[in-house]
């Protein structure tokens, strides 16, 4: 099925492309602006199974991305600057942000450099665990797990279960299983258990890996100190907000700032929701978030920034960098806004 999705997408995107359809549709669809979402920055892996490959772009093509917005003549800015525009209704001239979410190291290594060529801002959100090396990137060790297996053994409500998980194709239809289980489960204990216990039996380590892939506060502060970067807010554990009870969100919001300032001795302005999807930040969250004071507040749900965008500064939309569709060819669609549109059935807002 997710298979199918993404092919569907490709397919999308190639005929707005090829049909030069986005051109048209550029002057009505493209906004203010556009908040660009990406995850690691690093060189492309060569390993066959790689579900998780969504979430990763080369330097290059972030490389190509820097210089198809430079070409459209759009200024690349931060998002104290990207708020700041949408509240005054500057709109004389389009406007991007890049942000990165989790605090990848890669982000420092391979990003940071890229981006400076531009001298193009960016934004890093932290999940403070992350930063402390406690962090579960159970998404990451899912792939670990069925990457080191032949069958996975599991038990799935009442029924133990053996799957399959000798070819590519056999692991990637295991990963989607179980991935899609672990992210239903009711609550953060009930996934940090089961993801805990897939791991133990079949030896990976979970906080080792968050070392190995994550930023230290030692290397938060080095970016930090970097005046292209914000640090931004991403929650302590990387839960999802719209399962926990409502004093838990608020906790995990507040406090992953409150660490992130103690750190850096600085505020923190800027929050990305967790998943950030519809099953992830609603208006709960959206209320959490502005009660909070953070000025802005990012979700995964996609769409360009519009003057109404102003109005809904803790739900807003961004324009996923998916490692799965790494073709030059595409940066025009996604600039025009008609990708998102079609996706969002052309409503400009979709904050509720």
């Known amino acids: 099925m997710k298979q199918l999705r993404s092919n569907v997408i490709r ?72 708020h700041e525009r949408l509240m005054q209704g500057r709109f004389d001239r389009r406007f991007a942000a890049f942000t990165l979410d989790d605090g990848y190291r890669d982000n420092l290594v391979y990003a940071l450099p890229v981006l400076r ?25 899912l792939e670990a797990v069925i990457a080191k297996a032949e069958q996975i053994d599991v038990r799935i409500g009442n029924s133990a279960l053996q799957l399959d998980a000798t070819t590519i194709a056999a692991k990637q239809t295991t990963f989607d299983r179980l991935h899609d289980w672990l992210r239903a489960l009711p609550g953060e204990h009930d996934l940090a258990r089961e993801i805990g216990a897939l791991c133990t039996t079949y030896d990976v380590d979970m906080e080792a890996l968050c070392r190995s892939l994550c930023l230290s506060w030692t290397e938060v502060k080095t970016f930090a100190a970097d005046p292209l970067v914000t640090i ?55 209320a959490l978030a ?21 109005g809904h500064m803790t739900a807003l939309p961004r324009v996923s960098l998916n490692g799965n ?12 806004g008609a990708a998102t549109a079609m996706w969002n059935g052309f409503r400009r807002i979709a904050a509720a």
């Open 11 to 82: 397919a999308g995107l190639g005929a707005l492309y090829f049909s030069g359809a986005h051109h048209l549709l550029r002057p009505l669809l493209s906004g203010v602006g556009a908040i660009f979402m990406l995850h690691h920055v690093r060189p492309a892996r060569e390993a066959a199974f790689q579900p998780n490959r969504h979430l990763e772009v080369t330097p290059e093509f972030l490389r190509a991305t820097l210089r198809h917005l430079r070409s459209r003549d759009i200024d690349i800015v931060s998002m104290d600057e990207l």
């Open 117 to 141: 060529e531009f001298d193009a801002p960016l934004a890093v959100y932290v999940a403070s665990d992350f930063a402390e090396g406690t962090g579960r990137l159970w998404w990451t060790a």
């Open 232 to 286: 931004g807010a991403h929650s302590v554990s990387h839960c999802n907000l719209a399962k926990q009870a409502e004093d838990i969100a608020a906790r995990e919001i507040a406090v992953s700032r409150a660490r992130i300032e103690q750190a850096l001795e600085r505020p923190v302005s800027h929050l990305a929701y967790p998943y950030g999807d519809r099953d992830a930040a609603g208006e709960r969250e959206f």
């Open 290 to 310: 502005a009660s909070a004071g953070f000025k802005t507040a990012v979700t995964t749900r996609p769409g360009m920034l519009f003057a109404e965008s102003a």
């Open 325 to 336: 569709y790494q073709d030059t060819r595409i940066l025009p669609v996604l600039t025009s």
